[in-house]
């Protein structure tokens, strides 16, 4: 069964920091990945998504991911974090033959201290 | 750009109430869904639907009802609410044909049931 698994309840990072934002799937085939943030009393906005090629994708807002298939993994990072990056970040993996579902982690919250 | 409206951004309601939340999206979306998220737990999904009249379980139906008479609009029922439906309501679309599947999210409902 497909699952997604963020190991990190919560991060803060300073301003100015460099991020990494840890995502580990489980999935029989090749999946859709996503990134999607989510800021306080908002929905959630898709940061950035993945589904064939280049295994590091850009996203928006300055963030990016790499999708390593040996690892199972599909983390964001950011070279240097803004404190508008507070909120909360989910991974996903969708569906990429067919059906509906996509199954969301549980999220990171991130916060940026001064 | 694709927008999703939902009719409430705060809802108190009491145990025992029928309880409506509407969601509305402008980008001529087949698929439309609802998630229930709470801390931790990231997103469950309630519900989905990929058409008009048509309606899938998705992983928590228990206790919610779903309508789409319109392809633009897509209701959640909870038919006699309970406090432990409370929780924050999220409702998104997606394109059918799309390969890509990321959904569009609205803002969010926050229901409390007291």
């Known amino acids: 069964a497909q699952s997604v698994t963020q190991p990190d309840i919560h991060i803060t990072v300073s301003e100015g920091a460099s991020l990494e934002l840890r995502c580990n799937y489980s999935y029989g085939a090749t999946p859709y990945l996503f990134w999607y943030v989510q800021s306080p009393g908002q929905g959630l906005q898709l940061l950035l998504k993945y589904f064939s090629g280049d295994t590091l994708v850009q996203g928006i807002k300055g963030f990016e991911a790499e999708f390593k298939r040996s690892q199972s993994s599909f983390n964001l990072r950011k070279p240097s974090v803004h404190w508008s990056d507070a909120a909360e970040y989910f991974c996903a993996v969708g569906p990429n033959t067919g059906g509906f579902k996509t199954i969301f982690g549980a999220g990171t919250r991130l916060f940026v201290k001064a | 750009d694709v927008k999703v409206t939902q009719s409430s951004r705060y809802l108190v309601k009491r145990t025992g109430e029928k309880v409506f939340l509407e969601c509305v999206q402008d980008m001529d979306h087949e698929n439309m869904f609802w998630y229930r998220q709470d801390p931790g737990l990231g997103l469950r999904l309630i519900y989905f639907?990929?058409?008009?009249?048509?309606?899938e379980k998705g992983d928590i139906p228990e206790g919610y009802s779903v309508s789409r008479e319109k392809k633009e609009r897509f209701s959640l029922i909870l038919e006699s609410a309970s406090t432990n439906q409370t929780s924050m309501y999220l409702c998104?679309?997606?394109?059918?044909?799309?390969?890509?599947?990321?959904?569009?999210f609205g803002p969010g409902t926050r229901l409390t049931v007291t």
């Open positions: 998104a679309s997606s394109p059918l044909r799309s390969t890509h599947y990321e959904q569009y």
């Open positions: 639907s990929y058409d008009v009249k048509m309606k």
